[in-house]
């Protein structure tokens, strides 16, 4: 059987990522996305875009683009940006490979992708999108983590298939690691649910 590329996932997900996402959205993420954009303002990359979730939490007077490489998922975020009446930029593009000059951004966040994003492509996006923020910019990142108490980590490992085979996720993401290994500046890093889900905020 051949293996479904994480662009595929995606594509295939696109027509029922927000059902199937709605409760958390309702119970977990819509706490959680205004702390991406909090004091942020100027021009803002939201890497892994997806439906465009965040899209109703961009701060007023921000210039915001969001690229994500399903184009099914980006078909769906322009709705969504269409119909929140947002002008945003949105574009198809991979994140390890940015189609944009060096320092062309004040910050980047992505929500949930780092947690999506193969181990061997994490060091290539973090470059990326170190270089294509300005020095002194940041980057914030809002990810699940592997539970450290028993019981959260036994539901983890239960939910892990489906995460795997719907979305390519995974809860043993090593990004805090590879911040490090890039001698990148983690100037927090808190739990935001439980010991689930972390919010990583970098200074690029
Ligand atoms: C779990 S979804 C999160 C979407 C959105 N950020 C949110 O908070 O709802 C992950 C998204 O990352 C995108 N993605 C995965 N790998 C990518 C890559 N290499 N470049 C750009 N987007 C990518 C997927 O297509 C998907 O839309």
Redesign the pocket.
Known sequence: MTKLS??DR?ERIAPFYDLLDAPFEQKRYRALRPLLFEGLHGAILDA????G??IAYYPDGVRVTG????PA?LARARQRALEARRDVDLRL????RLDFPDDSFDAAVA???FC??PAD?QVA?LRELRRVVRPGGTLRLLEYVRPTGALRNFIARLWAPWMAWA?G?GFDRQTEAHLRELGLEVVESRYVVDDLVKMIVVRL
């Open positions: 994480l662009r995606y892994g875009v997806g439906t979730r965040n690229v994500d490489q399903s998922m593009m991979d994140v390890t929500s949930f992708l999506v994003l492509s996006a979305y996720a």
